[in-house]
């Protein structure tokens, strides 16, 4: 059974920084597409940032670029989202989520913001940044 599981979310000001992490069980990371996604009330879920881990090429949406980094530690099977600069409207829950199997080389190499590409998803943690 896939299990991802998201840890680090919490509280901070705005200018804060967060580190999320999420653990992988039943799950090889190695030459995967994995992603941060989160749900800010009111909002449908979007895409935050992308990784294909066979490459560590990553991808991630405008009002990330900059401020977070999408990672991967591969002995430990875990993806992690650094997050600095913190905004108010980062605030959401942070989930991770993981591709299916069988996915061709190609069709990994894109990148994938579409919450309908992902098929394995973590319980999410929350960010919350105050003003």
């Known amino acids: 059974e896939v299990q991802l599981v998201e840890s680090g979310g919490g509280s901070v000001q705005a200018g804060g920084s967060l580190t999320l992490s999420c653990t992988a069980s039943?799950?090889?990371?190695?030459?995967?597409?994995m992603a941060w996604f989160r749900q800010r009330p009111g909002w449908e879920r979007e895409g935050v940032a992308t990784?294909?881990?066979?490459?560590?090429?990553?991808y991630y949406r405008l009002s990330a670029k900059g401020r977070f980094t999408i990672s991967q530690d591969n002995a430990n099977n875990m993806l992690y989202l650094q997050m600095n600069d913190l905004k108010p409207e980062d605030t959401a829950v942070y989930h991770c989520?993981?591709?299916?199997?069988?996915?061709?080389?190609?069709?990994?190499?894109?990148?994938?913001?579409?919450?309908?590409?992902?098929?394995?998803w973590g319980q999410g943690t929350q960010v919350t940044v105050s003003s």
């Open positions: 039943g799950y090889n990371i190695r030459n995967s597409r």
């Open positions: 990784i294909y881990t066979g490459t560590n090429k990553t």
């Open positions: 989520a993981a591709t299916g199997p069988d996915k061709s080389i190609e069709w990994l190499s894109v990148p994938r913001m579409s919450s309908s590409e992902y098929t394995y």
